[in-house]
Nanobody
Framework: QVRLVQSGGGLMQAGESLRLSCVAS????????MGWYRQAPGKQRDMVAS???????NYLPSLKGRFTISRDNAKNAVYLQMNNLKAEDTAVYYC???????WGQGAQVTVSS
């Protein structure tokens, strides 16, 4: 099973930008499809964005244009760049290996308006 370690998160002001990182434990990362999810209090966990091993991306339509998912196969890492943060982006964010169904530990992102 692939182990995923996240970094980033914290308390932000509306309008600021933040990048979340997720590093996989295995060099087989290059073949992983990866995703970012978020779960707000009292709500279900939703996929925010995904990136295939070939770099193709998909986004939650309401976030496209503000959020960008990317990967660096040399570093076994996937990133989520979040721009123009809004209060409704407040949630715990998780990375996930879609290929191996492994999850990161989660990172709280709180956006104050």
């Amino acid at each position: 099973q692939v182990r995923l370690v996240q970094s980033g998160g914290g308390l932000m002001q509306a309008g600021e930008s933040l990048r979340l990182s997720c590093v996989a434990s295995e060099s087989i990362f290059i073949n992983n499809a990866m995703g970012w999810y978020r779960q707000a209090p009292g709500k279900q966990r939703d996929m925010v964005a995904s990136i295939a091993s070939d770099g193709r991306t998909n986004y939650l339509p309401s976030l496209k244009g503000r959020f960008t998912i990317s990967r660096d196969n040399a570093k076994n890492a996937v990133y989520l760049q979040m721009n123009n943060l809004k209060a409704e982006d407040t949630a715990v964010y998780y990375c996930r290996s879609l290929t191996f169904d492994s999850w990161g530990q989660g990172a709280q992102v709180t956006v104050s308006s």
